[in-house]
């Protein structure tokens, strides 16, 4: 592997600069994430037993091979892939489209595509060809006036749309967060991004409770105001919230399955539904409950071993944790997240471009709030979404593009090193 990228670096490609410093094997940036694959491999080998051995050792295997995969992308600096992300992009574009024609439906959503040996999920590549392409159009154009933000939101709405119609709701509130992250990161005024973000509530108030809204749509031409001193902002932001509002009932009668509607409503009661909707919430809190102070140990779960969670080992990977592994075990997994999240948000801090520091803080978040919203699900203070917890739910495609996504980061790390030394 040394040898191949010794000779990527004298065809040019990778940063002459490089020392190939093999230390960066045993960066925290990479440790962590793989500590987590192998744990999270003996937690699928518990749940689902000798007989489907083969996600268990897929799952570690996948882990080791994106480990050195991230390993080799280090080596290349990101301002040299900067022509190749469009190209990314539209190629991506192209997989969620054929997810129409050709996908494989697995319990009413249409997400996957098979490519023979494996099954390929576009939704998951998406949320990182967002990142770098949202980052290469932020870092050539600063957002000054309404028209500029035409094409960041372009770029991010159109895969958006062809996720949230698979159905896929969970990827596609993970786009919405990454981008108002990264509009912030940009220096956007932050009015605009609440603005934006603000969209969300004003659906909520219009299905819930729609009488709010008389003060609601008020307060939205405030912030719009309040960043521009002019009538014809807060006039055009009252007027988008609006459609919002009217667009809502739609997106939720034709947008969304009848099972993702009693996920939404389901979280705040699921006692009105304990063998349908509400199942996974009762049984995974009932699960990290039972693992008290320590846990019953490796492999020893109960309702782990049972299988008393369906798809256990993928969205819900974090209840087996609990009840094996404890209070304790969580909160060690919660540190090591805290700690990569933090060091993801130093480096966006020290990167040495804007394009480095955007996509570096577009990764950040993406993890972050996969993280959070799998963690609130999982404890019954969240809706099932289908997010992934990253790193520890199975999914072959999702591990494989979060160890590139950690390259991306560790490639700017070494850059912003060798310029302060």
């Known amino acids: 592997m040394f040898k191949r990228i010794s000779l990527l670096n004298n065809r040019g490609f990778l940063q002459k600069k490089d020392n190939f410093n093999r230390g960066f094997l045993f960066s925290p940036l990479l440790i962590i994430p793989l500590f987590l694959v192998i744990i999270s491999g003996l937690l699928i080998k518990s749940i689902q037993g000798e007989f489907l051995v083969s996600n268990y050792l897929g799952h570690i295997l996948t882990g080791f091979l994106g480990y050195f995969l991230a390993f080799f992308i280090s080596y290349i600096p990101l301002e040299r892939i900067r022509k190749y992300v469009v190209r990314f992009y539209l190629c991506t574009l192209i997989a969620l489209l054929l997810i129409y024609f050709f996908g494989i439906s697995v319990s009413g959503a249409q997400r996957w595509l098979n490519l023979g040996i494996f099954s390929f999920q576009p939704s998951e590549v998406a949320k990182l060809s967002t990142v770098l392409t949202l980052a290469l159009v932020l870092d050539k154009k600063i957002i000054l006036k309404i028209r500029d933000l035409v094409l960041p939101l372009l770029v991010v709405v159109v895969p958006w749309l062809l996720i ?125 409950g039972s693992g008290g102070l320590f846990g019953t140990g490796l492999l020893r779960g109960k309702l782990t071993n049972l299988q008393f969670i369906p798809e256990q080992h993928t969205d819900f990977i974090f209840s087996a944790l609990g009840e094996e592994l404890g209070f304790v075990g969580c909160i060690i997994v919660l540190f090591l997240f805290f700690f990569l999240i933090k060091k993801l948000i130093n480096t966006a801090t020290i990167a040495r471009t804007n394009f480095e520091s955007l996509i570096v803080i577009g990764i950040a978040s993406t993890f972050l709030f996969q993280i959070i919203i799998n963690l609130f699900m999982t404890i019954g203070l969240g809706p099932v979404t289908g997010i992934p917890l990253p790193f520890m739910s199975y999914g072959r495609t999702s591990l494989v593009t979060n160890f590139i996504s950690v390259g991306f980061v560790l490639s700017v790390l070494k850059r912003s090193r060798s310029l302060r030394s």
């Open 164 to 288: 949230f119609l698979q159905p896929d709701l969970g990827t596609s509130l993970v786009l919405i967060v990454l981008t108002g992250v990264m509009l912030y990161w940009s220096q956007m005024p932050i009015e605009w991004i609440l603005i934006l973000v603000f969209c969300l509530i004003t659906s909520i108030l219009y299905l819930t409770l729609p009488i709010l809204l008389i003060f609601w749509i008020p307060f939205i031409g405030y912030l719009a105001y309040r960043s521009k001193k002019k009538i014809i902002f807060p006039t055009i932001a009252i007027s988008f919230h609006l459609l919002v509002a009217k667009l809502t009932p739609i997106l939720w009668q034709y947008g969304l399955k009848e099972y993702q509607k009693d996920r939404l409503v389901l979280f705040l009661d699921p006692n009105r539904d304990p063998l349908g909707g509400g199942y996974h919430l009762i049984q995974s809190q009932i699960a990290i």
